[in-house]
């Protein structure tokens, strides 16, 4: 199953719960970034102490910054 948050720093972030991945998507007017990770062990780390402080979001806000972020990245 996947599921959508954001993170209290204002980065969207896809937890893979059936791969145990989780890919971020930080779209701040002076940031952007694009991160997936794939170690069980952050994976498990994450889960059982921060996601319980994320609040709940959707694959579209997701998706859209997303969107935005590959967009700007690939113009520099």
């Known amino acids: 199953m996947i ?3 954001l ?5 969207y972030a896809k937890v893979d719960e059936n791969n145990q991945t989780i890919t971020n998507v930080m779209n701040l007017s002076d940031k952007k970034l694009l991160a997936h990770f794939t ?5 498990k780390m994450i889960v059982e102490t921060q996601i319980s402080g994320w609040e709940v979001s959707d694959e ?5 910054n997303k969107t935005q972020v590959v967009s700007g ?3 520099i």
């Not at 170690?39 to 994976?43: L, Q, S, W």
């Not at 579209?60 to 859209?64: G, I, Q, R, V």
């Open 3 to 5: 599921k959508y948050y």
């Open 7 to 11: 993170r209290n720093d204002g980065v």
């Open 39 to 43: 170690d069980p062990a952050y994976y």
């Open 60 to 64: 579209s806000a997701y998706e859209t």
């Open 73 to 75: 990245l690939s113009g």
